[in-house]
């Protein structure tokens, strides 16, 4: 099992960057998948989420006007459009998958992928 998130990086505030995270190694249609988000020194929190079939998602308040998450279950791959970027959204991004429908199944984890919000 990998999940692989790319697209971090340096950008302005103000900004915008486009994170995916490609899966192998599960059935990945059958899972529900999510970003969270880790700044240095605080907790890990939750970003967005979206449910298996894609049709259902759901966003921390303080991103939801501001970042988009999508899937492609074709491509096994999830992304995360994040726009109008603040120097208060640098943090490690990780992306997770859950099974949808069976919850005693592990949970899937990234390695991360940096984004610094920074003029």
């Known amino acids: 099992v990998q999940l692989v998130e790319s697209g971090g990086g340096l950008v302005q505030p103000g900004g915008s960057l486009r994170l995916s995270c490609a899966a192998s190694?599960?059935?990945?249609?059958?899972?529900?998948m999510s970003w969270y988000r880790q700044a240095p020194g605080k907790e890990r929190e939750l970003v967005a989420h979206i449910s298996s079939t894609g049709l259902s998602t759901n966003y921390a308040d303080s991103m939801k006007s501001r970042f988009t998450i999508s899937r492609d279950n074709a491509k096994n791959t999830v992304f995360l459009q994040m726009n109008s970027l603040k120097p208060e959204d640098t943090a490690v991004y990780y992306c997770?998958?859950?099974?949808?429908?069976?919850?005693?199944?592990?949970?899937?984890w990234g390695q991360g992928t940096q984004v610094t919000v920074s003029s």
């Open positions: 190694g599960f059935t990945f249609s059958r899972y529900a």
């Open positions: 997770n998958a859950r099974h949808e429908y069976v919850g005693s199944l592990p949970v899937y």
